[in-house]
């Protein structure tokens, strides 16, 4: 029995002096075996991923956000992607002590101390490397098992019989613990209390150094071979103990009682202790796997961990929860597994090495009833009943000649009246009824001629008079419990749109629908038959089925089908209508439809699940890599749990959805700078010629040379819950304009950047819209100029050209002066020489004037005899033709007179007429002779007439010719032959035509004409 507390002050040396304490040990004996009942889900990183070696001895968050973790041949950095591993390397100094690791430790000015079996180390994250601490540094022992910082600042390290070592805040060097108790000690771990008091765990018992009293030492407990410590959020101090279970000393209270957990401990050789997020401590035993406990209710917390492969019964040597509530578990052998709170998709599925797990992974349907139990159909495993509050499953199947069992263990259906009965479907079973108080089934028969026995009852329903409708193969079954007789309709009898249904609905105002293989029915009690709706005009479409029906919130009435996508019945318009977002649906197979919380619409299919955001317009889709049981799913086997989760099954287990876990934002670091490449090569700081002066994540900025123009930067958001969604987007300040969304690829490329100074930014999100990211990184970029390309160099060719154009234009100015020189003295001479040449000039020109002068005088007399000439000539021509018509006038009226008296008139009178008349064809020659005399003498006349009064006809043109040659109406009228009353005729239209206003003379006109 622990019934006394020694202390030992080593500083005064006043050994064995003995205070008695009150020691109290509880024992909880609980009616239940457990507090509660959970099923986590945990996540495996293997060696096969990267991980250096299987035996996962320590794990820690640095304050970046990588995970450090520790093995037996190696320390391992995660960034949730990949792993970069440190070994030890006899030849570098710097490298990691020994390949051992046990502790990992971060102190509060983020230095990071990694224990080893031989030595400590000191990680220098600018040089990523190590500073080693041994023998030379203070270190007698260093097989390090525990470091901790006090609150002042000062590193504890505890060794493996080695004792207690003592780091001052400002020292570079330790120093062993002056406390002889403690100098053959293995110290397994320490823990800091509120008080700042240190609790040391020993393989030989409990001791600390009381902060208050000048860090005296006293021993708590003795004989207990103590493995792991843990102060939870009540300041109680946690024992894990190697062969004796679970303690917990009171830290907070006068002479720190102790309690003992007893029961129901899976091993009492505890090895790992961890607090979790939520309180609970979580137990890493040998041999027994994990456990959880409830610090508050100091009751173990029944829990299923949902994984590959059993951890019942295995060794759990490390635990670690990160600032993101995840807990890291390290197996013995196993490698590391990794549990999220934050999952919103919990996993339940048939366990083979677990009997208490659900009979067969293939779920065909799922119902929570009254008293929050879950009932859960399967294709060949039977009926399950789940308690979760206890986490226990019950199996009922069929058996072979029993009629008070299962009809079928092909379960497709289930459903519960008002009187509590379950009532289960299935497939080639007909219809049951499950009674949950007396644990008894009842096959149904049917007592008129319509049975239901051997039926496929694919969806079954309780309508609010409590007969239950039953979607078959043959139509639509409606089954009385008070009569026991069944009613049928189908296409013939209810006017059904197809006999083979597949889904019966109930909406919150009563209606009853069914879906069936070709078309949507909506049944009318009225008339005792169905009003149909297609899908589309033309109606039929096949293998395009209604499977699943479901009502919104909203009232609308969603519609899933088999091939065709999503549906939604339009209250308004009384018709089927497309669902909006068809095309973002991951795949066209809708199998059940529920809406959570939040008004969004959760869609399972044959790929996975569809998340409908109903406020933000746009869908979402989660595959197997989110967690999902498989990506296909079952046909209506879904529900909606009154605690708000949603249940989804399918062909590998069944789907526990929390909503509120959607909202996955959590904690989503700025993204870190993992990785640098030039022309697709990775660069690393210690490489020779390397841009990078430390590591890429520490950096600032990079320096980059003109010929390093091509280039990636990667990247990762430290996410370990879901890295392979979260998304990532980069933009370049200085080239790029907008940001550059990249998905999931983790890498920012350029090719031939100009130089210049850029940064570059970078987000992440889980979110494939960006609606919500995390902060963002940034990282400046300097592209060096080449030389050519520099100020320096610019300006000195300025300079170096502007001093050329000066010499230049020195040598151009003296040459040109010179030149200059040379010209006037050319030109004085030559301006003599032209001026004796200009006096030369000037009098030939007199001459040359004179000579015109002459000539003019002499061509003006010639052109003024020759107009004469023309003008005697035309009027000789005019008066010729004046006499022609005369004669022709005097013919016309001698031959009138003959026509009158032809007897009077002798053959001689004749005679003479026919001479005359042959003289005056002579003179006809004489009109166009006129003509052409008349144009020498009047050209420009004629082509200003012509030119602008085309509309003239010759006749016209005539007239004018004889005006302009200022004849009078009376010549003009025997000239023409004419009678003068036609002259005056003719004169007036041409007047007209060249538009002359009354009183405005002809003549003058014509004579200003040309």
Not at 312 to 324: C, E
Request: with cysteine; charged share 25%.
């Amino acid at each position: 029995m622990y019934q006394l507390l020694f202390y030992l002050n080593e500083k005064d040396g006043t050994k064995g002096m003995l205070l008695p304490f009150l020691l109290s040990i509880f024992c909880f004996h609980q009616t239940s075996v457990f507090s509660q009942h959970q099923s986590l889900n945990l996540k495996s990183i293997a060696a096969s991923e990267g991980l250096s070696q299987s035996d996962v001895y320590a794990v820690c968050q640095d304050a970046t956000g990588f995970m450090w973790i520790g093995t037996d041949d190696g320390l391992n950095r995660y960034d949730g992607y990949e792993f970069s591993i440190y070994k030890n390397n006899p030849s570098d100094s710097s490298s990691l002590s020994f390949n051992a690791v046990r502790v990992i430790y971060e102190d509060s000015e983020q230095q990071l101390w990694i224990g080893t079996h031989a030595g400590l180390n000191l990680y220098n994250r600018q040089n990523d490397n190590f500073k080693v601490y041994g023998l030379d540094d203070g270190l007698t022992n260093i097989d390090v098992r525990a470091i901790k910082e006090d609150s002042t600042g000062n590193l504890w390290i505890g060794t493996a019989g080695g004792g207690l070592f003592f780091k001052p805040k400002d020292s570079l060097s330790f120093s062993p613990a002056i406390y002889e108790a403690l100098s053959d000690k293995q110290i397994t771990s320490l823990e800091i209390d509120a008080k700042g008091q240190l609790w040391i765990a020993t393989t030989d018992g409990l001791w600390f150094l009381n902060a208050e009293k000048n860090y005296q030492l006293q021993h708590v407990l003795s004989d207990l071979e103590i493995r792991s410590l843990q102060i939870d959020q009540y300041h109680n101090l946690w024992l894990g103990t190697y062969g004796k279970g679970l303690w917990c000393v009171h830290t907070h209270q006068n002479n720190f009682p102790i309690t003992k957990i007893e029961r129901n401990l899976s091993s009492k050789e505890i090895l790992n202790l961890e607090l979790a997020h939520d309180g609970n401590l979580w137990i890493g035993t040998e041999g027994g796997g994990l456990q959880i406990l409830n610090t508050k209710s100091k009751q173990l917390i029944s829990t299923t961990f949902q994984t590959e492969d059993d951890i019942s019964a295995q060794t759990i040597i490390s635990l670690y929860a990160d600032t993101d509530r995840n807990i890291w578990i390290g197996i013995y052998s196993y490698g590391l597994k990794f549990f999220s709170p934050n999952i919103p998709f919990l996993h339940y599925q048939h366990l083979p090495y677990n009997t208490n797990s659900i009979s067969d992974n293939k779920i065909t349907a799922f119902f929570e009833d009254q008293n929050h139990d879950w009932w859960i159909g399967t294709d060949g495993g039977g009926l399950n009943k789940y308690n979760p509050e206890l986490g226990l499953f019950s199996c009922f199947r069929h058996q072979f000649q029993n009629e008070n069992s299962l009809s079928s263990n092909h379960v497709i259906s289930i459903d519960q009246d008002s009187s509590g009965y379950i009532w289960v479907g299935a497939y080639k079973g007909g219809l049951n009824r499950f009674d949950p108080l007396k644990n008894e089934i009842k096959r149904i028969k049917s007592k008129s001629e319509i049975k239901i026995e051997n039926q496929h009852i694919w969806s079954l329903l309780i309508a609010k008079d409590q007969r239950v409708w039953c979607a078959t193969s043959n139509g639509v079954l409606v089954y009385d419990p008070k009569t026991e007789e069944v009613i049928q309709y189908n296409s013939l009898n209810g006017k059904l749109s197809h006999n083979d249904t597949r889904k019966v609905f109930q909406d919150i105002k009563g209606d009853i629908w069914v879906g069936t293989f070709n078309g949507l029915n909506k049944f009318i009690p009225e008339r005792n038959e169905f009003e149909q709706f297609y899908l589309s005009e033309e109606k039929a479409m096949p293998a395009k089925g209604i499977i699943s029906i479901f009502e919104d919130s909203k009232l609308n009435i969603w519609i899933g089908t088999f091939g065709a996508g999503l549906y939604k019945f339009d209250r308004s318009q009384h018709k089927i209508i497309p669902f909006e977002l068809q095309d973002q649906l991951n795949n066209h197979v809708i199998y059940s439809i529920e809406e959570d919380q939040y008004q969004n619409l959760w869609i399972s299919t044959n790929e996975g699940l569809s998340l409908y955001h109903f406020k933000e317009k746009y869908v979402e889709d989660f595959t197997e890599v989110d967690g999902l049981q498989d990506g296909k799913f079952q046909r209506s086997s879904s529900a909606k749990l009154q605690d708000g989760r949603l249940v989804f099954g399918g062909i590998n287990g069944f789907n526990v959805i929390n909503p509120k876990n959607m909202e996955r934002e959590f904690n989503l670091k700025a993204p870190c700078f993992t990785s640098f490449s030039l022309f697709n090569k990775e660069i690393n700081h210690y490489h020779h010629d390397s841009p990078l002066h430390s590591q890429l994540h520490v950096l600032d900025y990079i320096q980059l040379d003109a010929d390093e123009k091509v280039f990636s930067v990667g990247f990762s958001a430290l996410n370990y819950f879901q890295s392979s969604k979260v998304n990532y987007a980069y933009r370049l300040d200085g080239f790029d304009e907008s940001w550059n969304y990249i998905g999931s690829k983790r890498n920012a490329t350029y090719t031939n950047l100009p130089y210049g100074n850029y940064t570059l930014n970078v987000k992440a999100s889980l979110d494939p819209n960006f609606a919500k990211s995390s902060p963002e990184s940034t990282i400046v970029i300097n592209v060096h100029p080449h030389f050519w390309e520099t100020l320096q160099f610019q300006i000195a060719m300025l300079l170096f050209a502007t001093l050329i154009i000066g010499v230049i234009y020195e040598s151009r100015v003296k040459y040109l002066k010179k030149r200059a020189n040379q010209l006037n003295d050319l030109v004085i001479d030559r301006t003599k020489d032209l001026e004796l040449q200009q006096e030369e000039v000037l009098e030939q020109h007199r001459k040359l004037l004179d000579v015109e002068h002459e000539n003019g005088e002499l061509l003006q007399r010639q052109l003024e005899e020759k107009l004469l000439f023309k003008q005697k000539e035309l009027t000789t021509h005019t008066l010729h033709t004046i006499h022609k018509n005369e004669l022709l006038k005097k013919l016309r009226d001698t031959l009138t007179l003959i026509a009158k008296k032809p007897e009077e008139h002798s053959r001689k009178v004749l005679k003479t007429l026919i001479r005359e008349i042959d003289e005056s064809f002579e003179l006809d020659k004489d009109w166009g002779k006129f003509f052409d005399l008349f144009s020498e003498v009047h050209a420009d006349f004629i082509h200003a007439l012509q030119s602008n009064y085309p509309q003239l006809t010759p006749s016209n043109q005539r007239l004018c010719y004889l005006y302009r040659m200022n004849l009078s109406s009376q010549e003009i009228a025997h000239t023409l032959g004419i009678s003068l009353n036609s002259v005056k005729v003719a004169r007036h239209r041409l007047r007209k035509k060249l538009s002359l206003n009354e009183g405005e003379s002809l003549t003058e006109f014509l004579d200003d004409l040309g």
